[in-house]
């Protein structure tokens, strides 16, 4: 753009276009040096020839900002965009603070159209929008306000990275909240994180590179604790997989290796063998949370290559079912028993064994029974007088 003092703002006609930007320039202070060059800046009026001045900003930060992603994909290609950018997108996942929540990606849906619309994207359908899904990073609160240079209440991450170790940091950090959420800054939830990981660490040193291989047959505790294993899989997968509730990864993460610590050093071999197989499930399922500790543990469980080209854990279906399932028993709606049965048990065999057990006869000796109601997987109710 052009600024005439008669004219006032005119553009620079077509055929002028591009304008090519001086490249002698030495930086030195934020401001633009086209501001102090009059050979860029004086110029002829393109509609009356007067002397007038030519625009320096030549470019809004929003014209950068609203396409780079499609960029990116093909950040050596000779023109705009080439065909990698149509491989590419949309973004899949896009994570961004509240902040941007409006202009940006306001003027990022604008452009991606715009590049679809002069052929720069295909106008397919799949590329009318630039993001699959946005993901909304909460805040950094301290005492209750947002951290800010100005306000001076800011933590230094390097400080608790020096101290504890970038993985204390990061489990810290995505333990604290889910990550749409504001993070209220805690010096002693990141104590908390901090002893986890040790704990875990002795744990699997203690365990060590030597388990036994898992047996055919399970004793019922093994099998308890195979399923409390395969059922922190499956909750730290779901957890993870699209929905970034990372704090609850992490908790169930916490809960099973509690659950892991309890099991002694002379347990029955299958015990140990299953201990073995959820410490190397945990150490997987900690790997993107804590990838440095992952990585040494993952050496010391005596499995071979780097734990980040490793195959995620897959929970087993089998190990995840109950065989049994405990039910209480009422009579006229009063708690009397609770009795285990096969998962699978039918109505029929259920009531047969209810009533059939001597306890359950005791209380209804002297009374009819009417009605049996078998709530599957809850209660059995005795109607009798
Ligand atoms: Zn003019």
């Given at each position: 753009m052009i600024h005439c003092p008669l004219c006032g703002v005119v553009p620079v006609p077509e055929e002028d276009l591009p304008v090519i930007l001086p490249t002698h320039y030495q930086l030195k202070d934020p401001r633009s040096p086209l501001l102090d060059d009059p050979e860029f800046t004086q110029v002829a009026c393109p509609?009356?020839?007067?002397a007038a001045r030519r625009e320096t900003d030549t470019m809004d930060t929003f014209v950068e900002s609203s396409w780079y992603y499609a960029r990116f994909a093909c950040p050596d290609a000779g023109q705009m965009l080439d065909q990698r950018a149509a491989d590419w997108l949309p973004v899949d996942q896009y994570v961004g603070g509240v902040?941007?929540?409006?202009l940006h990606l306001l003027y990022a849906r604008f452009f991606n159209r715009l590049l679809r619309d002069v052929g720069?994207?295909?106008?397919?359908?799949?590329?009318?929008?630039?993001?699959?899904h946005l993901l909304t990073q909460g805040m950094v609160l301290k005492d209750g306000s947002k951290m800010s240079k100005s306000k001076g209440n800011t933590v230094d991450p390097q400080g608790l990275i020096d101290r504890y170790g970038a993985d204390t940091a990061r489990l810290f950090i995505l333990f604290a909240a889910p990550p749409e959420q504001h993070l209220e800054w805690s010096d002693s939830a990141v104590e908390g994180a901090y002893r986890f990981l040790n704990r875990f660490w002795r744990l699997v040193h203690e365990y060590g590179a030597t388990p036994p291989a898992l047996p055919a047959e399970l004793s019922a505790e093994a099998v308890d604790l195979r399923r409390a294993v395969h059922q922190c899989i499956d909750r730290v997968s779901r957890n993870m997989d699209?929905?970034?509730h990372f704090n609850v990864a992490i908790a169930a993460i916490m809960e099973l290796t509690n659950s892991l610590m309890k099991v002694p050093a002379d347990a029955p071999a299958d015990l140990r063998a299953v201990l073995g197989e959820g410490l190397r499930a945990l150490t997987l399922l900690l790997a993107p949370f804590a990838p440095h500790i992952a990585e040494v543990l993952w050496q010391k469980l005596g499995?071979?290559?780097v734990i980040s080209h490793a195959s995620w854990p897959v929970a087993d279906a089998g190990a995840l079912r109950c065989d049994t399932v405990t039910l209480v028993i009422q009579i006229n709606g009063k708690l009397r028993e609770r009795m285990d049965f096969p998962a699978d048990a039918d109505h029929a065999s259920v009531e047969q064994t209810v009533l059939a057990d001597s306890a359950m006869q005791r209380h209804l000796e002297g009374k009819t029974v009417r009605k049996v109601i078998i709530v599957p997987g809850r209660l059995v109710n005795v109607v009798a007088g």
């Open positions: 509609q009356c020839g007067a902040e941007h929540a409006v720069l994207l295909p106008a397919d359908g799949a590329h009318d929008e630039p993001f699959r699209g929905r970034y499995q071979s290559g």
